[in-house]
């Protein structure tokens, strides 16, 4: 599943490509506005919450999306579309008075709601490193709520810190050098936050960045545990270890640690 520093950066990708353009020809195909007709509206501007995506219009409504594990947004220039064998995956679609033509392909969450419903929509949401009203402190009284809960757990819950997923998660236990099971409330959140927040920030915003946690751009070295199972900690040696966290899980999530730089306590 794409993390907050993703939708953030695809934010980036669509505002440069439509903001302040019509949409000529467009329309929702799945959600309960499937069928609704965009045409004539103006993309003003975007906003992420989390890993959620609002496309906002003049119309006074905001088209809400998330990707979760398939979903994507493809742009193409004047005159061209993408392959015809793909449209049977388009939820939505819209051509801008360019001729530049955006398409959102196998979306999960097609919903569009009224622009100053968007707090209700989302305001469960914990707080995001990635908006301006980011809050820390909040972050922090929200983790610490269920103290015996696994630190994993607890940073993937987007009601606490919106925009963590799997690989943030998991480098920040390592970073903060505490067993990825071990219950939240024997870490120390504030420092935890921060270095959480001050990573996905990186990574949203700094150009050769993307998810890289190490510092690092070279092939294998860009994380220190994910996807590095069975292979050397890149600080101590030990052999990295992975867990599948639920068999059969849509979103094929897996947790990596190094034993010895993150005991079990």
Same mark, same amino acid.
């Given at each position: ?21 019509? #949409?000529?020809? $467009?329309? @929702? ?7 609704? !007709? ?17 496309? %906002?219009?003049?119309? $006074? ?13 493809? !742009?193409? %220039? *004047? +005159? ?15 051509? /801008? ?7 959102? =392909? ?22 995001? *490193? ?9 972050? #922090?009284?929200?983790?610490? !709520? %269920?103290?015996?809960?696994?630190? #994993?757990?607890?940073? /993937? ?26 219950? =939240? ?14 990573? @996905? ?13 190490? $510092? ?8 220190? #545990? ?6 050397? &900690?890149?600080? &101590? +040696?030990?052999?990295? /270890?992975? %867990? ?13 640690? &190094? ?7």
């Amino acid at each position: 599943m794409p993390e907050g520093d993703s939708v953030y950066r695809l934010r980036q990708r669509l505002a440069a490509a439509s903001v302040g353009h019509v #949409v000529v020809a $467009g329309e @929702l195909r799945s959600g309960a506005a499937a069928g609704a !007709v965009l045409a004539g509206a103006r993309i003003t501007s975007y906003d992420t919450q989390g890993k959620h995506l609002l496309t %906002r219009f003049d119309t $006074g409504q905001t088209l809400h999306t998330h990707l979760r594990m398939q979903g994507s947004w493809t !742009v193409t %220039r *004047p +005159g061209r579309r993408i392959p015809s064998r793909e449209d049977h995956r388009v939820r939505v679609r819209m051509r /801008l008075d360019d001729e530049a033509t955006l398409w959102g =392909i196998d979306l999960p969450v097609v919903e569009l709601v009224a622009t100053a419903d968007e707090g209700a929509l989302l305001g469960y949401l914990g707080p995001d *490193p990635l908006r301006e009203d980011w809050d820390a402190a909040e972050a #922090v009284r929200r983790l610490s !709520v %269920r103290p015996e809960r696994p630190l #994993v757990a607890a940073l /993937l819950d987007q009601r606490n810190m919106a925009g963590l997923g799997n690989l943030w998660v998991n480098e920040t236990a390592f970073l903060s050098g505490v067993h990825p099971f071990a219950p =939240i409330a024997s870490a120390d959140l504030g420092p935890l936050v921060e270095r959480a927040a001050r990573m @996905l920030r990186t990574s949203a915003t700094v150009p050769g960045m993307y998810q890289v946690t190490t $510092g690092s751009t070279r092939k294998g070295e860009s994380h220190w #545990v994910v996807g590095r199972a069975g292979r050397p &900690c890149l600080r &101590c +040696g030990t052999r990295i /270890l992975v %867990r599948d966290e639920v068999a059969n899980d849509p979103e094929r999530r897996r947790t990596w640690w &190094c034993p010895r730089c993150q005991p079990e306590t």
